[in-house]
């Protein structure tokens, strides 16, 4: 984890430098693993521990770095389609990948 940080936190400092056309593959990678991390529950924003809440913020960082390389991109859907960065989660989904996660 500490080496998905240093690249996250790395380029949260200079994100005003990358774009959808620039976007170093390292950083894809990372940004990759974390949210996949994030939805597999692996990784936490935030997480319990004594006296309160531990807040992860480069985790946050990963997801706001993940709007910034990820171009908009019509998205099939129903009823229509749309237009964002981010697709559906349960796209091309059946019965089995919602009981897989426990969905109901």
Avoid at 24 to 41: F, K, M, Q, W, Y
Avoid at 94 to 99: L, N, P, Q, R, Y
């Amino acid at each position: 984890m500490s080496e998905l940080q240093a690249i996250i936190e790395s380029a949260w400092e200079c994100r005003s430098e990358i774009t959808v056309e620039a976007v170093p593959e390292r950083l894809r990678a990372a940004v990759d693993e974390v949210l996949d991390g994030l939805e597999s529950g692996v990784c936490r924003v935030a997480e319990p521990e004594a006296g309160g809440w531990r807040t992860h913020q480069w985790l946050k960082k990963a997801v706001l770095l993940s709007f910034r390389i990820e171009p908009n991109r019509l998205q099939a859907g129903a009823p229509a389609p749309y237009y964002d960065k981010v697709p559906l989660r349960f796209t091309g989904c059946d019965a089995g990948a919602f009981a897989g996660v426990g969905a109901r």
